[in-house]
């Protein structure tokens, strides 16, 4: 993770789509003169004291505009039977760049990033050089009574700019009162210095296992979530991340006071190992434009990262955002300036991003950087895919439904000093292609179930029991 203290690091960082375990992942060329290849392991890291740290990016933000992609797998093929449920609180940190959870391994607690984007759980731990460990918590697998080593294993992922390596062991794992036994455990003993240098004591992977970066392969690599899935009430890992806030991760249930309304779900695309889903057009002030996105849902990554089209359009109404781009290579623009309402098609869901919630921080004195930012390309092999990470995250309540789906469901929740629910605006019509005409409002948002999503989850599941 690197610490950002001056605009031009900033510019240089935040230029680079981050990390992800490349193998048969393309570098993304991100847009223009600014962005090259990707970023910092973004997978916000964890803060050992959990801190709240305030101030502008531009003197006192320490970290990475990270991100990270993987390739993730399948839904489950098991009947699920269980009745475990929990709940673990998130932390951001450094003006929200990351999230971090307290894990249990081998009895042992480290505080590591939750992320949807990658299927690895790797920890800090004492075999790493000494001087690579400072300031953080580590796993010393000779500590504990359930560790075993996995004879001939290794993990090795390469992020944008940084990477982790090691061995691999099995051992008892634990989050949110959830545990799994011989979990696969990614021993770090060698990191690059961005992780070095964060706060994260780890990556805990959420992902598809399929993702996983153990070689050999015997067999499927379980990740945390596909090994507790047999265990839960539902099948599902909710997120209800909050801006400058703690928030919440939820295994196993779906908390009715988190969210507002219904649930709307669609299904996902594992073809390319990601949490992957469609959003079918986007809407800015009211004006409908016609344009289906393929996307990741990914907690890893800082940023939203989007077409390039997509951002000219919001950012033309936006006054002198476009000369700020193509002199930095960046969308940032005036702090005071009033920006435009922008709405994200998911289904029959309006996902709305309140004008606050656009601004990620200030990178200069006056000046505010955006949190949504272009890709000329996206990612994956057809480098079309492109990512909504924490910046959009914050905004939704999310479930991550593995079985049966999998599939992937967003609602309307209150934000901290917004309530969302008070909102709505009529969108005229107009398409990047094509044009036609709509009526959705930002805030209606409608659900392809009419149970409400926890009593939904359960009739389809008892439906396949039975």
């Not at 959990?50 to 003197?59: L, S, Y």
């Not at 008892?172 to 011989?182: K, L």
């Amino acid at each position: 993770m690197h610490f950002l203290y001056q605009l031009p690091t900033v510019l240089a960082v935040l230029a680079t789509v981050e990390a992800v375990p490349w193998k048969n992942t393309p570098r993304t060329a991100v847009r223009s003169n600014a962005i090259a290849t990707r970023n910092v392991p973004s997978k916000k890291s964890a803060s050992v004291k959990h801190e709240k740290k305030t101030g502008t990016i531009g003197a006192t933000l320490k970290h990475h505009i990270s991100h990270g992609y993987n390739k993730h797998g399948k839904q489950m093929s098991t009947v699920l039977a269980g009745t475990l449920e929990g709940e673990v609180f998130n932390v951001p940190n450094d003006n929200d760049a990351y999230y971090t959870v307290p894990v249990t391994v081998g009895g042992q607690v480290l505080y590591l990033t939750p992320d949807t984007g990658s299927a690895d759980l790797w920890v800090f731990t004492s075999a790493l050089p000494t001087n690579d460990t400072v300031g953080h918590n580590l796993y010393n697998p000779q500590f504990s009574n359930t560790s075993s080593l996995v004879n001939g294993s290794t993990f090795d992922i390469e992020y944008g700019s940084g990477f982790a390596s090691g061995i691999v062991y099995t051992d008892t794992v634990g989050c949110g009162g959830i545990f799994s036994e011989f979990q696969t455990v990614e021993v770090a003993t060698e990191i690059s210095d961005n992780f070095v240098t964060s706060e994260s004591d780890g990556i805990m992977g959420l992902a598809f296992p399929t993702g996983s970066q153990v070689e050999p392969k015997a067999g499927e690599v379980a990740t945390f979530m596909s090994a507790v899935i047999k265990d839960l009430e539902l099948a599902v890992l909710t997120a209800d991340l909050r801006r400058n806030a703690s928030g919440t991760y939820d295994f196993g249930f779906i908390d009715s006071n988190k969210y507002l309304g219904d649930i709307t779900y669609q299904n996902v695309t594992t073809n390319n190992s990601y949490w992957q889903v469609a959003l079918q057009g986007y809407i800015i002030n009211g004006v409908q434009y016609e344009r289906e996105i393929q996307v990741i849902m990914d907690t890893g990554t800082t940023l939203s990262y989007l077409p390039s089209g997509v951002l000219d359009n919001y950012f033309s109404q936006v006054e002198g955002a476009q000369d700020y781009y193509d002199a930095n290579g960046i969308y940032a623009y005036n702090c005071s300036t009033t920006l435009p309402q922008l709405t994200f098609n998911y289904g029959t869901y309006s996902a709305y991003i309140d004008p606050s919630y656009i601004t990620y921080a200030e990178i200069e004195d006056g000046i505010c950087f955006s949190g949504f930012q272009p890709l000329d390309a996206g990612i994956g092999p057809n480098e079309d895919i492109y990512i909504l990470g924490d910046t959009f995250l914050v905004t939704q309540f999310v479930v991550f439904e593995v079985f049966p789906g999998p599939q992937l469901g967003l609602a309307r929740k209150t934000l901290d000093d917004l309530d969302i629910a008070a909102a709505a605006t009529g969108t005229s019509s107009s398409s990047e292609g094509s044009s036609s005409a709509s009526t959705t409002g930002e805030q209606s948002a409608t659900s392809s179930s009419a149970c409400s999503p926890s009593a939904e989850a359960r009739r389809r599941r008892r439906a396949l029991i039975s």
